[in-house]
């Protein structure tokens, strides 16, 4: 009995040490689970990748602003991160990103490279659900939003000389027997190039001394076009372009060799600028060596004496593209173009 | 007999004793076994969460080509620039201008990283089928001694480099002709 007894007594303590065992190991689990659940909350909360990546971004960002050729807008957001939630800035050429509110402790830097020609505007960004990267002529701009609107030139000031004009706009050779209907490059199933050229000039609004080389659809031979140019002071001829599907875009030609090359380009600007402002076109200012065009070339029209500038204005293979034009916009652009160019009011 | 009882008796009760302490003793080593296994298993658990949390951004590609993009595309790169226009042609080198004495300042300039650049250096090589024209190096100072570090490629972290180059077919434009060339640029970024 007394054996048995001590038995069951040392068993009670054992049950109550097993408890206890078991007890403690259970705290330890949980203090563990806690651990690891505080854990990936900190992990969770934590901003580190999200401001290396922004910082690192907008630095790459500023890098490729600076490499594009040309003027450039870039409307900036972030997919997996709420921009607004951070602040950015750039100090020494290092593009600063830190959490709202937070020391300057807490930010990540990374450096990016500018270019000492452009003026740099970056000032602190701190509430922005985008961020607007703007290069426009020698200004590089970053802010919430940019108020300057983007102009696809620099049109240098060249003195234009005659402030009365005597405009010519040359709509092409017009209507050419020769050419089939289905004739690919001059003639869609609705758009005749002739025809729309004629049209543009038709509807040209000038405020300003003009002529055309044909008044309508009719063909007219390369000498007989000069010949009506050569008593223009500016030129103005219009085309459509005839370039693989794809492309769509407004060419502005001039001569390489004009003795008003500047003036040509200066103007070519003015007219390229009011085509960007209004449509989705590409432009470029194009320079050819006239001299070496063979005899029916229509940009034997630049005249070396003259202030020239042809103009192919969209793609006529390009269906979709070329359904969406509107003489009156083209018109428009062109008018407005000769003015900037004079400098006249509207 | 008597004796025999009692040394048995004796005997149970220091066995009994030796159980306790030994019990004691198993439990104590028991419990700092079950500690240091937990401590291993809340570092197992932090080192796996950590192993799958990566804040590592490798941007090194992305870098060294807008560096690249940026040399040919950009107005104030090495690609010929007309500014009567204002309009740049990629590719086309313009033999002159590449061999101007200051074309390395003009580059400085123009990709500018501050004072002392320890960021980007470059190695750009232009040739044609007589050979090399001119080499022009960016950032000179690190690039030497980067040019070093490139073949410790097993440097991985922070005080090493990688290197990235790139050969392109270019025209080379010289008193208005063209003729075709290479140009080989190597970059060096250092490891961040």
């Known amino acids: ?20 065992n078991v007890l403690i190991q259970i705290i330890i689990i949980i203090m563990i689970l ?17 401001k290396m990546y922004l910082s690192r971004d907008v630095a790459l960002m500023m890098n490729t602003i600076y490499a594009a050729p040309e003027n450039v807008k870039v409307e900036y957001f972030a997919a997996n991160a709420n921009l607004s939630d951070y602040t950015f800035e750039s100090k020494d050429y290092y593009v600063i990103v830190n959490e709202k509110g937070k020391d300057i402790a807490h930010a990540k830097y990374y450096k990016y490279a500018t270019d000492l020609t452009f003026e740099e505007d970056f000032p602190l960004i701190t509430n922005a659900d985008l961020i607007m990267f703007l290069k426009n002529n020698n200004k590089v701009q970053v802010d919430e939003e940019t108020p300057d609107t983007i102009s696809d030139f620099f049109c240098s000031p060249v003195i234009p000389g005659n402030n009365d004009p005597y405009v010519i706009i040359d709509p092409g050779h017009g209507d050419n027997p020769l050419f089939d209907l289905g004739d690919p490059g001059y003639v869609t199933d609705d758009i005749q190039e002739s025809t729309f050229t004629t049209q543009i000039s038709e509807v040209l609004n000038a405020g300003f001394d003009y002529d055309v080389t044909r008044p309508s659809d009719y063909y007219i031979t390369m000498f007989e076009r000069l010949s009506v140019l050569s008593r223009a002071d500016v030129i103005i001829s219009i085309h459509l372009g005839n370039y693989s599907e794809q492309e769509n875009a407004v060419k502005a030609f001039i001569s390489a060799e004009s003795e008003k090359k500047q003036e040509s380009i200066t103007l070519a600007c003015h007219i390229l600028n009011n085509f960007a402002k209004n449509s989705q076109f590409d432009v470029a200012i194009i320079p050819v060596v006239v001299s070496e065009l063979s005899n029916e070339d229509p940009k034997l029209v630049l005249l070396a004496d003259k202030v020239a500038v042809l103009l192919e204005i969209g793609n006529i293979n390009n269906k979709e593209s070329i359904e969406l034009l509107d003489v009156y916009e083209i018109a428009a652009a062109i008018n407005k173009g000769i003015k900037d160019y004079y400098e006249k009011d509207e | 007999m008597k004796l025999q009882l009692r040394l048995i008796k004796e005997l149970r009760i220091t066995m009994k004793r030796m159980n306790k302490k030994g019990n004691l003793v198993f439990n104590t080593l028991m419990w700092i076994f079950k500690i240091f296994f937990v401590v291993i298993v809340l570092f197992t658990l932090v080192f796996l969460i950590r192993s799958f949390i990566s804040t590592e951004l490798d941007i090194f590609n992305a870098e060294a080509d807008i560096f690249i993009q940026r040399l040919f595309m950009s107005r104030n790169g090495i690609s010929f620039y007309d500014e009567n226009i204002g309009r740049l042609y990629p590719g086309v080198i313009d033999k002159n201008s590449f061999l101007l004495s200051n074309i390395e300042d003009r ?3 123009s990709i500018y990283y501050g004072i002392e650049n320890k960021r980007i250096a470059a190695n750009i090589t232009l040739m044609d089928s007589q050979g090399t024209i001119r080499s ?3 950032n000179p100072d690190y ?27 270019v025209l080379i ?15 060096i970024i250092p490891n961040s």
């Not at chain 2, 690039?143 to 077919?169: C, H, Q, S």
Request: hydrophobic share 40%.
């Open chain 2, 136 to 138: 022009v190096i960016y």
């Open chain 1, 1 to 20: 009995m007394k054996k048995r007894g001590r038995l069951v007594l040392n068993r009670k303590a054992e049950i109550t040490n097993e408890i206890y």
């Open chain 2, 143 to 169: 690039y030497d001694r980067w040019k070093m570090l490139v073949k410790a490629l097993w440097i991985r972290g922070p005080g090493g480099v990688r290197p990235k180059t790139k050969e392109f077919n």
């Open chain 1, 34 to 50: 806690v651990a690891c659940m505080s854990y990936l909350n900190s992990v969770k909360k934590n901003t580190l990748f999200e």
């Open chain 2, 173 to 187: 434009r010289e008193e208005g002709s063209f003729k075709p060339g290479i140009l080989k640029i190597e970059v």
């Open chain 2, 107 to 109: 580059l400085n300039y």
